[in-house]
């Protein structure tokens, strides 16, 4: 089989990559080594800058209509009894949006197999080999019972999107340098029999769902009609091997010690252990094949990060990846992806190792005292505006590159608009908001141009280019011919 990108995984960071690319017209084929998608709940939101992103696609929306209306619930910081708000930020989505990992994962399938992209399932990468022209992956699967079939795909570029685990990452004998997990923790969902009071059954704050007794921390939310989420572990950071099954029994015990013998599971849908263990490879970019999501990144699960870093990882990448193929991209355009995405994941590694430590589940007296200290500063409104940015990832500013660009109401030459919808095709927008017609040269294909007006606050431009992932690459304030920006990310 031949294409021209090979995307290993098809877990959020995988289907959005495709996505991207296949908005701009280069073909794909995406390869998973599971047969179904996971039903386990994992991720149950995304925060504010992620539901931005794909509002510029024109995802969100068909996504929201298909769940049922939920209840906002401002984000959190290590689990302390503060709800983060964007407002401040100048978001729709002040809080995170309630749209499940598996919602999410569903909709791009579905989308992927309506304009031909191959997503093949059951297909294990045993061997991954690039050369000057391009990347050759073989793979292996059952083929119902009877034995196994085999075969490869070729392609001008792989990107590895196949988690903390990542096959590709080890075939090629890439460091995945960083700490060793110290603890060991379980995510499962389940139903309950019954229950003492001490469980919660309406949606809260993260915060109130916290409790530890009897050796063990847990997390215990409800996710639907009768539906439950529950991460757990012991005080003590022991625990099964990471490969261990998780038992029914090992579930019980850690209901029982925290929330009483009155509250009895009734099924175990789904479960699965994690660690804090802290990764990330040294380089995104490894000649023709590249890392996004967890296969390039790797930290405790907590505060929603995870699922977010690879769908920004994906828009980011795409576009310049797609240029790169075409033969427009300017030198140094695809490197970029590793100069603007590995110091965004660094700064997530390390703060969330800061939560684990705060989150204090031992109930540790001179922790809780930072965790008091902590709290008061989250309730000032600088320290409050800046955790919130930091969480969501509103306040990403690329180096050398403006913030990302405010969802102004507008008045185009074709009526009302969200700036939001001038981006669905995944190309560069010019927007002149000052009724002057500007020229984007030869580049029409790939850069948008559309007078508009707006009564809201732009700072005083007259007009913006934004790039494909919604940060702003010009204005006519800052000094710079239009002509060397265009050309800069444009080519």
Request: some cysteine; proline content about 6%; glycine content about 12%.
């Amino acid at each position: 089989m031949q294409t021209e990108v090979i995307v290993v995984g098809a877990g959020p960071t995988g289907l959005m990559l495709a996505h991207e690319l296949t908005l701009a017209g280069i073909p794909v084929v995406v390869t998973e080594k599971l047969l179904t998608r996971s039903t386990q709940s994992r991720a149950g939101s995304l925060q504010p800058r992620t539901a931005e992103v794909l509002d510029l696609r024109g995802l969100l929306e068909p996504l929201l209509a298909e769940l049922p209306a939920g209840e906002s619930s401002g984000g959190h910081f290590a689990g302390l009894p503060v709800e983060l708000d964007c407002t401040p930020w100048r978001t729709r989505y002040p809080h995170p949006v309630g749209v499940p990992q598996a919602a999410l994962e569903a909709h791009l399938e579905g989308l992927l197999a309506e304009r031909g992209v191959p997503v093949l399932r059951g297909r294990e990468v045993t061997a991954v080999a690039q050369d000057a022209d391009g990347v050759t992956a073989e793979w292996r699967a059952e083929d119902g019972g009877s034995g196994e079939i085999r075969g490869e795909i070729r392609g001008r570029y792989l990107v590895a999107c196949d988690g903390g685990h990542s096959t590709v990452r080890r075939l090629l004998g890439v460091a995945f340098p960083g700490r060793e997990r110290r603890m060991s923790a379980v995510a499962a969902d389940l139903t309950l029999v019954s229950r003492s009071d001490r469980v919660r059954t309406e949606p809260g704050h993260f915060s109130e769902y916290a409790r530890s007794a009897n050796g063990f921390h847990t997390i215990l939310h409800p996710i639907g009609p009768d539906l439950y989420r529950m991460l757990f572990g012991k005080l003590s950071g022991d625990g099964p091997d990471h490969a261990s099954p998780v038992s029914a029994d090992e579930v019980r015990e850690a209901l029982h010690a925290v929330y009483g013998p009155e509250t009895v599971l009734g099924e175990l849908r789904a479960a699965s252990r994690f660690g804090d263990a802290v990764r990330q490879v040294e380089r995104y970019r490894e000649g023709r094949v590249l890392f996004a999501g967890d296969a390039a990144h790797i930290h405790m699960p907590i505060g929603g990060q995870g699922v977010n870093l690879g769908v920004q990882d994906a828009v980011n990448l795409g576009w310049k990846l797609a240029g790169t193929i075409d033969g427009w991209a300017p030198a140094g355009l695809l490197d970029s992806y590793h100069e603007e995405r590995y110091p965004v994941a660094a700064r997530v590694l390390r703060h969330t190792r800061a939560q684990g430590v705060i989150m204090n589940p031992g109930r540790d007296e001179e922790i809780a005292t930072v965790r008091e200290i902590v709290t008061d500063l989250l309730r000032l409104p600088d320290a409050h505006r800046y955790v919130s940015g930091m969480m969501s990832g509103l306040d990403l500013h690329y180096p050398g590159v403006g913030p990302r660009l405010i969802d102004l109401e507008l008045t185009t030459e074709d009526g009302p608009a969200r700036a939001s919808s001038l981006m669905r095709s995944g190309r560069g927008l010019l927007l002149s908001l000052d009724g002057r017609r500007r020229s984007v040269g030869d580049r029409a294909d790939r850069v948008e141009h559309v007078l508009a007006k707006t009564e809201e606050d732009v700072d005083g431009a007259g007009a913006l280019l934004i790039r494909p992932d919604g940060y702003l690459a010009w204005t006519d304030t800052d000094g710079t011919p239009l002509d060397t920006a265009l050309a800069r990310w444009f080519g």
